[in-house]
């Protein structure tokens, strides 16, 4: 029992088999899973998905690299479904400085937008940060994104930053890269996070896993980012899935439902 808490099953290399994708996560016992809409196509079909699935959630946002094109009325639309019984976050938001179609100034207004929306709505926030660490973490901090928490997804930072996030009361995810040959960082940093504050996601269909790496990824693949964190933590597999699970229905409120 699995919960891939960032998938992109929205986007157009799932347009042909995304049933037949869906049926192997199923298979795999990724029993939910969270599809994150990123700018207006992408919202749409993630709450289409979500409606269609009754195990398929959705977050709602705009991303920074597409910062420049979000209009009031994207904003406004972002806070009407906000209140739809299937989404359960807010994002995915934050900074990205590795591509510059937005520059910084914007980014980080229209991040400061979404995290005051998310405490209007009270929803937590999912974060997106590359190449943007410290503005991130600096960010959160002036708008006491403590009030609703979230989840630093795929998380790329040091421990430094991660007990920032975890200050406050964020969620820290990992994916595919922590399957990575040479990829020490997120190995360590993953090994000293809480068990109570720890998710696994595949971001799909970006950054597969070893040994699938840079193929198209997909939420079935889950399963080897938990076995490969459950290794570093020296835990029984099927209790960090348990443990994950929960963490995410914890966090997205799901609980009893
Ligand atoms: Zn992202
Ligand atoms: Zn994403």
Redesign the pocket.
Known sequence: MLFDT?V?LNVEQFDEDVEEVIERAKTAGVEWMNV?G?DRPTIKRAIELAENYEFIYATVGWHPVDAIDMTEEDLSWIEELASHPKVVALG?MGLDYHWDKSPADIQKEVFRKQIRLAQKVNLPIVI?DREAHEDVVAVLQEEEAEKTGGIM?CFGGDAEMAAKCLEMNFYISFGGPVTFKNAKLPKEVAADIPMDRILIET?CPFLAPHPYRGKRNEPSYVTLIADKIAEIKGMDPEAFYAQTTDNARRLFRLEGN
């Open positions: 960032h992109h994150i990123f995915e997106h997804h971001d």
